[in-house]
């Protein structure tokens, strides 16, 4: 599955509200579709996930397309997003009352936490995680 829309946003600037309803769009669409499949048990992390994924995109991409992936083969759920803009992550580091810059660290920690890994390829502008599919999966 994927999904593709553009943002006419600027870089670094909050979230419009427009953008903020395709985040929630894109949760949804995963959600729906983790359902179909049976995998429900990821239904609230992966949620969580696209919501970090997916804003990053918006708010740090900058004018162009976000593009998610969802796709679940061997024993495993993928999910990739990608920009088309030309902001880079930076290491996080937002010390204890800022309100953002957390987004990779917490996929990487949701990941970490159902077994799976997670990271950002530089040279494609996506960003991704992998679960493992619950052991009551076929």
């Known amino acids: 599955m994927q999904c593709a829309f553009d943002v006419g946003g600027v870089l670094g600037e909050p979230l419009s509200d427009v953008d903020t309803r395709r ?13 179909y499949l049976g995998l429900d048990a990821l239904v609230e992390t992966a949620g969580q ?14 004018n162009g397309s976000v593009t998610l992936s ?3 083969t061997r024993g495993e759920l ?3 997003v990608r920009d088309s803009g030309t902001g880079q992550p930076k290491p996080a ?6 309100e953002g810059g957390r987004g990779l660290w917490i996929v990487g920690l949701l990941a970490d936490e159902l077994g799976g890994q997670a990271g950002f390829a530089p040279e494609t502008r996506t960003a991704w995680c992998s679960l ?6 076929p």
């Not at 996930?49 to 900058?62: K, M, P, Q, Y």
């Open 49 to 62: 996930i696209v919501s970090e994924l997916v804003t990053n995109a918006i708010r740090h991409g900058g």
């Open 70 to 72: 969802q796709l679940v």
């Open 78 to 80: 993928r999910l990739l």
């Open 132 to 137: 493992p599919l619950p052991h009551t999966c």
């Open 23 to 35: 985040v929630g769009h894109m949760r949804m669409i995963v959600a729906a579709r983790l359902r």
């Open 93 to 98: 580091d937002p010390g204890l009352d800022a």
